[in-house]
Each structure stands twice: as structure tokens, then as C-alpha cells.
């Protein structure tokens, strides 16, 4: 079953799709420029809780801190 | 000859400066954007008998108007109108770099897209179809390698080429789909009816800021005659749309690229880059640390250990020239003056180039190479813990060296509140220059607890950054909150271009001798004068009698502040020349007690001066009270702002007094004195 969870609990290496983005108007909006858009597909490159993460978005590589990632909401593409 | 202005704008790591320097042959002028601490550079290149004047914007993703290098990049292109914007767009990463090329079409920009690190995208395995890019965008699409200069002349024809035909109001290459369009065609046919507003303004990217909340646009358009027509139809718009306009509009704008034009454009599967797997190492939860510190005091030394010997050349330089000339001079007031006040006070000055040089060296090679935004996902966690940003870091190491180059490494925390809280801390972090005065100190009073009240020292100064950078982001309101969370690109590992960097680091440098090295210059001279005069009193034949000085009457004079403290008038003068320079310190010790300064702590000792509290005490003063007046001109530079200047020098000041209170006061109930 897949179910929806935080883009911080995404383990490295894994794919997931993006459902939405739960923060304040500012980050939200940020979040959106740098291409985090719901529908739009992450990677996790690296994770070192409870550090900050780095994933892949429309070809960028973006470092996220912990809790951002944390209002990220997103459905993990099966068999990655 | 024709001449025409041209902006360069792009995301941050494109390759904008490189594209800059090419075209303008590195020969810019650098100033601030008015009233702003953002820099601005202008250059000029003359391509086939037009001269075009070009701008370089500030790095942005976006051109909403909630940061002040969008806001920046914005109302130039709105307000002056520049003949052509070229738009630097990475091809490594194209998906995310065309949203701001549709911003900029939606803007009604004549627009050039120069397509950068065309090598990088090739070496991916992306195939990019320039042809069909430029006709799904409406605009010319010329590749290049800007490290190479491969494809500059080919972007100056293009230019030529789009200011000639002057194209505007392209933005109807960009279509958003059902019901976006139709509102925002309607909010324009509003607008469009005040005639002002409609002249100034591209109506169409009016209607969409209008929808989206923008908070200058909707201070603009409140003026309008049409506000009350238009607030109805805003109503009647978040009924269809919803609340959040804004981010639906930024999630529109990425379908356009991800379903329109990126299927269309480019092919190529991603393998596993080099950068990914030097990631694995620099950014491990095990190496990334010792990475970090191994590559931090890589660049210490090379910044401190290769620019020593340039500074003290300079130094000899200028000191033999001020005598070199004074001795030509019979006028003893004036040959002093000249040789002590012009020519050590420009000896000064320049001293402080070097370091600054080859830190901007070492600092643009490793944010070139792309490792320095690593270094910060690396001590983010770290920094946040301590209400500092994960950018601070690098700034505090550098302190340790020098807080001249420090102050001005800050320049790489993009938030205006982060980078000034950093900067006022960063005094903090014991500079070299005051290594002299705890060795000085310690070897006269402390005995063998000289190595251990030295090293104290250092222990003290991050104790207290850290203390002071919680109290100020609790108290005052500007530094509220938590620090700005990591949202942060990771570029690409790259070589960085020699030429590019020489020329960042020798533009920054010359910056600080023009805006720091009047202030610095200014002090020298102040205090030249204050310790030689009255004249007659002070040059006693060939005895130089400080005492007599207005100096030392100023120092007479600060005594009984000082009494608590256990210093005394020497000490307060000492302080004083340490405000110059903080190793002056030992010089006026030495200058005082009339001996060389290679025996001033015996002398000291037998003196009496200090007991080992007070003593003590002397050493945390030095390493708190006011910035050196280098390190305040590099303040007063990067924060723009005497407000912050006067205010660094007043709180550290107090904290300095109460911190040798402490231990005078603790020292003594402990049986110390």
C-alpha cells in the first residue's frame, strides 16, 4: 500500500511524487520557484537525519533543512 | 555611434560573471545599487559599432518582489527599460532555469536566452534542440561555454540583432490554461483603462501580479482610478481560483516547461556524475566534517601564511618612503607628519590588501568549485543550533585570521538579517593581531599559566559570539526568529576560471582601500596627531615624551573609568593605539615604558602594572572592546550602515567592561589579587 508521507522520511536513493507543500505562504511559494511543485517528481540523493537532506528536483540539486522536509508531502514511486 | 543598455540576469551558478567579464573584458565598475547593500556592476562592449552598456543583476530564481535582489533585478528592467535582457539559463539544469525566463517573458522583456555550460549538458548526455526551444519561447537561443568564451559572438549578433527589431509584449507565448487565461485577460482590460497605468506598465504581467497578491504591484495599482472595479473582479476571480493564487500560478508555469517544452527540447538519460559521487564523500555524515576543517585551514594558511610577506613589503615599503622623504623634509613637525601620518597610514591601509586578496581567491575557488554551498549543508545543523546560519561558519573561521577579510566573507549569506548578525559577532573570534598582547600579557603576569590564559582567550571570544548571537536574535526585533531555514542550491563541481577569480578577488580588494582605507587613513592620522602634540612638549631633543601627550592627557582623563578594572592611564592609552591596530597594543607598552618591544613584558612585570587578575582582565578587554578601526570600515562597508557600525562598537565596548569586571570581581573574592 502506499501511503503519503513527509519528504524527510523518503529514504536515499528513493523516488517519490510530490502531493503538496504544507508550510506558510513565503516557503510554500520558495518551495514552488525551486521547482517544488505537487506532481513534480524528487529524488533523494542524501539523507543524514537529523541533519539537512539533499534531493533532486527538475534536475537541480537542492538542500533541504530537516524541517522543511518535514512539510513536504509527498507518495513514494514503487519498485525504486 | 549607436549605443544601446543591455541587462545580464540568471539563477545563481549560471556563469553569469564569466559571461559578464567576457563581454565587458573584465573592466566593470562596481558600486552598490542605490541605497541598497547589493552590489551593482556596469560594463560596456562595443560589438560592430554600437557601444552597449551592460548591467549585471543581481542571481535570482524568481522576480517576486519579496527579496531585495529580485525586487532589484525587476524594477530595473520594469522602470529602465533596457534595450535587450539576456537571460543566462544553466543547460544542465534546464527545467528549473526556464521559470525565470517565463517570468521575464511574462514581464514583456526583450529577451536573449544564452544557453550556458552547453559542455556540462553535452558531458550529462542531454541533447537540447536549440531550433525548437526558441520557437516554443518566441526568442533567439544561443548556446555557449562561457569558461571558453565559445558562442559570445554569436550572443552579441543576437543582440544587436533583438534591440534592432525591438520586440516587446512577447508574453503571448505563454498560455496557462483554462480559466487562468481568460481572468487574467479580463483584470488586464481593466487596467488597461487607466491610461498612466497602462503606459508605464506591461498590463498583462500587472493582471498576473495582481493576482497573485504581489505587494508592490498591488501598492501601484491602489492608486489606480480603476481600484474598485478591480478589488470586485479579484473577489470574483478566488472564488474560481482559490486563495493561493500565487503558488498555483508558479505550479502553471512549471507545467508550461515540464509538459510543453522540456519533451519537446530535451532528450538524454542522467548517469551517476562525478558530482554525485564527490558528494558521497563531501557531504557524509562521517567525512563531511573533517573535509570541511581540512579544506577551511587549507584556506587559512594559503590566505594568511602566502599574503604575509606581500603586507610586510608593503609595510617596509611605506615606511622607508615616509622616511625616504622626511628626511629631505627640515620642518621636523612636518617631516613627522608625512612620515608617520601619510606614509604609515597608507602602509596600513595596504597592508591589509593582501589578505583580502588572496582570501577572495581562496573563498571564489571553493564557491566556483561549488564546495563552499557543501560546506554549508555540512555545519548547517551545527549553526542553526547556535542561531547562527549554516553560512556563518566560514566567516567565524576566517575571524580567527583576520575579521577584515571575515566581515567581507559574510557576503555569502544571502539574508540581509543573517549576514548582519554575523557580522557583528564576528569581532569576537580572536583575530592574530591580538595574539602579541596575550603572549605580551601572559608571559608578564601569569607565569606558567601564560599558554593556558592565552588559549582561554579563544575559548572566551566563541563563548561569547555564541551567547551574544542568542541575545540579540531574542532582543532585537530586526534579528527575530529563527534563522532563514536551508532552501539552497548544490551546483555542479566545476574548475573554476582562473581570470574570473583574479578579478573578483582584485575588484574586492580594491573596494575595501576605497571605502575602508579612508576611514583607516582618517585614524592614523587622528591619532598621529594626538600622541605628538602639544609638539614642543612631547619632543623633549631627541626624547619622545608620550607622557606629555594629548594622548596621555586623554588617557589621565579615562583613568578613573578604568580604576575598577585595575588599569591604569598606560593601560587606557595602550587600549586607545589598539584601536588602531590591535597589536599597537605591545608597541605602546613597549613606546611608554621606553623600551624595545622585545623586552616590554620584563618591563612590564618589574612595573608592576598588572597583578595576574588585572592582568587578565587587560587580555579579555583586548579581545572584546571595539573592533579594530580596519575591521569597522570593513563593517561600515558591507552593512552600509553607521547605525550597525556605531552599534557593534558600543555594545562590544560594555561587554568588555563587564566581562573584566567579572573576573576582577570573581578574581579577588576568589584570593587572586
Not at chain 2, 197 to 216: G, R, T
Not at chain 2, 569 to 589: D, Q, S
Request: net charge neutral.
Amino acid at each position: 500500500m502506499v501511503t503519503e508521507i513527509p519528504l524527510s522520511f523518503l529514504p536515499e536513493n528513493h523516488e517519490a511524487v510530490i502531493i503538496e507543500v504544507r508550510g506558510g505562504y513565503g516557503l510554500t511559494r520558495r518551495l514552488a520557484e525551486l521547482g517544488f511543485t505537487s506532481g513534480a517528481r524528487v529524488k533523494v540523493l542524501q539523507s543524514t537525519p537529523p541533519g539537512p537532506m539533499l534531493v533532486m528536483v527538475r534536475g537541480a540539486r537542492i538542500a533541504l533543512g530537516r524541517g522543511i522536509a518535514m512539510k513536504i508531502i509527498v507518495k513514494p514511486v514503487e519498485g525504486v | 555611434m549607436k549605443k544601446i543598455r543591455v541587462a545580464l540576469i540568471g539563477n545563481p551558478n549560471v556563469g553569469k560573471s564569466q559571461i559578464f567579464n567576457n563581454l565587458t573584458g573584465g573592466r566593470a565598475h562596481v558600486g552598490n545599487w542605490p541605497g541598497k547593500t547589493v552590489e551593482k556592476k556596469e560594463g560596456t562592449c562595443t560589438h560592430k559599432g554600437v557601444e552597449m552598456q551592460i548591467v549585471d543583476l543581481p542571481g535570482t530564481y524568481s522576480l517576486t518582489a519579496r527579496s531585495i535582489d529580485e525586487l532589484i533585478a525587476r524594477n530595473y528592467i520594469i522602470e529602465e527599460k533596457p534595450d535587450v535582457v539576456i537571460d543566462i539559463v544553466d543547460a544542465s539544469t534546464l527545467e528549473r532555469n526556464l521559470y525565470l525566463t517565463i517570468q521575464l517573458l511574462e514581464l514583456g522583456a526583450n529577451v536573449v536566452v544564452a544557453l550556458n555550460k552547453w559542455d556540462v549538458a553535452k558531458s550529462l548526455g542531454y541533447e537540447i534542440n536549440v531550433e525548437e526551444l526558441s520557437k516554443l519561447l518566441g526568442v533567439p537561443v544561443i548556446p555557449t561555454v562561457a569558461t571558453e568564451k565559445i558562442g559570445m559572438e554569436e550572443l552579441k549578433d543576437a543582440v544587436l540583432e533583438a534591440a534592432r527589431r525591438k520586440d516587446r509584449g512577447r508574453e503571448e507565448a505563454i498560455k496557462y490554461g483554462k480559466p487562468y487565461d481568460e481572468v487574467i485577460s479580463e483584470i488586464a482590460t481593466i487596467l488597461e483603462k487607466d491610461k498612466e497605468l497602462a503606459s508605464k506598465y506591461p498590463v498583462k504581467w500587472l493582471a498576473i501580479k495582481v493576482l497573485e497578491a504581489d505587494e508592490e504591484v498591488t501598492k501601484i495599482v491602489n492608486r489606480s482610478p480603476v481600484r474598485s472595479e478591480l478589488e470586485l473582479k479579484l473577489e470574483e476571480a478566488k472564488k474560481v481560483l482559490g486563495e493561493d493564487i500565487e503558488t498555483a500560478l508558479a505550479e502553471k508555469r512549471y507545467s508550461i516547461i515540464s509538459d510543453t517544452i522540456i519533451p519537446r527540447v530535451l532528450k538524454g538519460a542522467r548517469p551517476l556524475t562525478l558530482t554525485d559521487m564527490l558528494d558521497k564523500a563531501f557531504l557524509s555524515k562521517y567525512l563531511g566534517i573533517p573535509i570541511f576543517l581540512a579544506l577551511w585551514w587549507a584556506l587559512f594558511r594559503f590566505t594568511f601564511d602566502v599574503s604575509a610577506p606581500f603586507s610586510r613589503i608593503l609595510g617596509m615599503l611605506f615606511s622607508g618612503l615616509g622616511q625616504l622623504v622626511s628626511a629631505r623634509i627640515n620642518e621636523p613637525q612636518l617631516a613627522s607628519f608625512i612620515a608617520d601620518g601619510i606614509f604609515g597610514g597608507l602602509g596600513t591601509v595596504l597592508s591589509f590588501f593582501p589578505p583580502i586578496f588572496f582570501l577572495f581567491i581562496g573563498l571564489a575557488v571553493l564557491e566556483d568549485s561549488g564546495y563552499l554551498a557543501r560546506a554549508a549543508f555540512v555545519m548547517d545543523r551545527l549553526m542553526v543550533k547556535l542561531g547562527l546560519h549554516g553560512r556563518s561558519f566560514i566567516p567565524m573561521l576566517i575571524g580567527f585570521g583576520c575579521n577584515v577579510p571575515a566581515v567581507m566573507a559574510t557576503r555569502t549569506i544571502d539574508r540581509e538579517e543573517d549576514r548582519i548578525l554575523t557580522i557583528l559577532v564576528n569581532p569576537l573570534m580572536s583575530c592574530s593581531a591580538r595574539l602579541p598582547v596575550y603572549i605580551l600579557i601572559g608571559s608578564a603576569v601569569l607565569g606558567s599559566w601564560a599558554a593556558a590564559g592565552t588559549y582561554s582567550m579563544y575559548i572566551l571570544g566563541i563563548v561569547l559570539a555564541i551567547l551574544m548571537a542568542k541575545l540579540f536574535r531574542a532582543v532585537i526585533p530586526y534579528f527575530k526568529g529563527k534563522p532563514s531555514p536551508l532552501i539552497m542550491e548544490l551546483p555542479l563541481y566545476a574548475v573554476p576560471a582562473v581570470k574570473t577569480t583574479l578579478i573578483h578577488a582584485w575588484e574586492r580588494g580594491s573596494l575595501f582601500l576605497k571605502k575602508a582605507g579612508t576611514i583607516i587613513l582618517l585614524v592614523v592620522i587622528l591619532s598621529w596627531f594626538l600622541s605628538n602634540y602639544p609638539w614642543e612638549a612631547v619632543h623633549q631633543g631627541e626624547e619622545f615624551m608620550i607622557s606629555n601627550s594629548y594622548i596621555a592627557q586623554l588617557g589621565g582623563l579615562l583613568e578613573p573609568y578604568f580604576r575598577p578594572l585595575g588599569f591604569n592611564w598606560m593601560a587606557a592609552v595602550a587600549l586607545f593605539f589598539g584601536f588602531l591596530a590591535k597589536e599597537a597594543v605591545v608597541g605602546t607598552f613597549a613606546t611608554m615604558l621606553g623600551v624595545s618591544e622585545g623586552e616590554a613584558s620584563q618591563a612590564l612585570a618589574s612595573a608592576g602594572i598588572f597583578t595576574p587578575v588585572t592582568g587578565f582582565a587587560f587580555m579579555a578587554f583586548t579581545l572584546v572592546y571595539t573592533p579594530c578601526m580596519a575591521t569597522l570600515g570593513a563593517i561600515y562597508r558591507e552593512t552600509n550602515s553607521w547605525k550597525w557600525t556605531v552599534f557593534t562598537v558600543v555594545y562590544e565596548l560594555a561587554l568588555a567592561y563587564l566581562v573584566a569586571l567579572a573576573i576582577v570581581t570573581f578574581g579577588s573574592l576568589l584570593g587572586f589579587a
